[in-house]
């Protein structure tokens, strides 16, 4: 996972970007492929809900309470006669709203904060070192859990919630690599002919660690969207009647026997999830210059 | 040896600080206003003056943090704003729950991870070792209040063969006790596995390839003892290190795990809490789950250093 050796230039790519490379490796590796085509399929049909959705996701049909999976509702119909398949459909815009925000959201301010530390050293770096620590030492989703009873139960405050908890991760990740590189050749020299600190950082440090903040937000990104997911279940996450595929499992646990009702939601959830993982082993294999041969 | 672990131990002082600072912000950031939650709706005015006199509410926040802190440091976590009932009581009530399901959870994961990895690194890049890694790879994508629902479909609902939720204390039923704590304990023990089974399947294959494994091999031990006696027993080192690591993840486990099982353990209390905006018993729940992080954590570090010699050569002693 060596990001700087693949931004440095080399013989065999010397005019393919290196993100190009990555991305091409990971369609070559099977399961990068395999998730790659999940989470279009996941991101077309989110985006397109309205289109391709059979019912309205807040109609309520009083006949049709709890119905079994049928030709007129494939997952069935929740406890108020609303079509699950519709739900669902409309539920992947909501998780993946919240996980694309709050990783992109946790990536720019834990890399503020490990620039910032690894960058300045001293007593900053200590103080913010320890502040990271101590947030380290809270599991992640209770930490989660915290803020969003703070902040209130809603979507953005679940966003800004798993972002927050997040952020120590990133930090410290981006603190490592900068320690790393601030001690390379070219930073020197960019030093010694009078770049400024800003240069230095936003022009020679920042880009050669997005690479790895690329691939450690996409393998975050699973564990953002069982959190999402988490949150919702316990009803501190996205407020009703707006879909979530948490809050939907949820609802199955009052009818035991309307298997229908959690399963696919959460069926959802784990086939995104899988898909998350896979394209981060992708991801990881295809940033490893060792893998390469 | 000695010096480690004090260094260790002077570096828990800023963390443990901090953390409290960390959860006494929160708590004080909770909205709405702690005495309508201890009086009520109705109260006036000046009973919740009184109110917030009394529980020192109108001190300025250093000082409402230092005499949390030094209260806590002798045990005292306050009354539940709700119930009047002492915190460290009700986490004394509910930690023994917390600690059986995560010991249990544990066993369950070692008891199907261990084999799991030791069947996938005897045959690498076999159907078995790519079945082993696909399932530990599906498994791990499985969220925790998913598998517990589909455990209760399967075993409860279909099945009948154990009941849905519920509790009862071994001191009263041991036995119905185990089989309201096997789905639970299944639910997380299920995901952990996983880890546990990768962590095993790289350890082993990486100690197969050693010179003793080797020599084992030409002495004319058997592959089971070459495989059990010698080589498993260095490949469980890292082992150890996960499952203390993860010990955050298993806490969070029990949050959701709780909550579908409806087993009074931390992370049930931690969960009502919230929602009955009871601040004194957030702040001790978080707390408590804090300072075992924290705690595991450092037993982990002593242990891996007791359990491989290297890492206590490296640290000078």
Redesign the interface.
Known sequence: MDNAALNAPAETSRSIPPWLIVARRVCRHYLGATALVILAIVVLVSVFAPLIAPYDPSYINYDRFLAPPSAQHWFGTDELGRDILTRVIYGGRVSLQIVVLSVSLAIVVGSVIGLVSGYVGGWVDGLLMRIIDAMLAFPFLVLALTIVAVLGPDLMNATIAIAIAKVPTFARLVRAEVLTLRSVEYISAARAIGASHTRLIFRHLWPNVMGNLVVFGSLSASQTLITESALSFLGLGVRPPTPSWGYMVSLGMDNWLSWWASFFPGLAIFVTVLAFNFLGDAVRDAMDVRAEG | MISFIISRLLNLI??VL??T??VFT?TV???GDPTVTILGEDATAAQREIAREQYGLNDPLPVQYVNWLGRALTGDLGRSLHSNERVIQMLMDRIPVSIELTILSILVAVAIGVPAGVIAARSPNTIVDLGVSFLA??S???????SG??L??LF??RLGLVP?SGFIPITEDPVQHFRLMLLPSLTIGTSFAALIMRQTRASVLQVMSQDYIRSSRAKGLSERVVVFKHALRNALIPVVTVVGLQI??L??GT??TE??FSLPGIGRL??DA??ARDFPV?QGT?LF??SI??IV?LITDIAYMILDPRIRYKTGN
């Open positions: 800023p963390l901090i953390t600072m960390i929160i950031l909770l909205p790879m599906t791990v994508a499985i969220p925790y209040f998913w629902i589909l209760i479909l409860s609902v849905p955050g993840g806490l969070s949050v959701v909550t579908i931690l969960v919230i929602f957030i978080l789950i804090v992080v924290l954590n």
